[in-house]
């Protein structure tokens, strides 16, 4: 079981730069996929981030490549997301997630995949 807490959200002027935490509580973080995903209102939620147990590999879709950066403290139990040049578009509530077992991207950018999901914190960028 893990549970799963972030913070950093909150208002930014378009071309800024928000800093989000996730951390975990419970056994065996360290094995985990990590991933970042958003959701506007009306919107379906969408993939943002994700980071092997390792911290070697990262995936990002084009929308936010060169912009977000995704990395983790497995010694802290915490995952990180660091938005930069943010746009209005990147408004929306964001939430952390794990899984295990991931294989490929296609893995990496599904909701299904993961079994744990944090309560989520808002973003908003105005223009």
């Known amino acids: 079981q893990v549970q799963l807490v972030e913070s950093g959200g909150g208002l930014v002027q378009a071309g800024g730069s928000l800093r989000l935490s996730c951390a975990a509580s419970?056994?065996?973080?360290?094995?985990?996929?990590m991933g970042w995903f958003r959701q506007a209102p009306g919107k379906e939620r969408e993939f943002v981030a994700a980071?092997?147990?390792?911290?070697?590999?990262?995936y990002y879709p084009d929308s936010v490549k060169g912009r977000f950066t995704i990395s983790r403290d497995n010694a802290k139990k915490t995952v990180y997301l660091q938005m930069n040049s943010l746009k209005p578009e990147d408004t929306a509530v964001y939430y952390c997630?794990?899984?295990?077992?991931?294989?490929?991207?296609?893995?990496?950018?599904?909701?299904?995949?993961?079994?744990?999901w944090g309560q989520g914190t808002q973003v908003t960028v105005s223009s």
């Open positions: 419970g056994r065996a973080f360290s094995t985990y996929t």
């Open positions: 980071i092997t147990w390792s911290g070697v590999n990262t």
């Open positions: 997630a794990a899984g295990q077992g991931l294989g490929g991207r296609r893995d990496y950018e599904s909701t299904y995949s993961y079994n744990y």
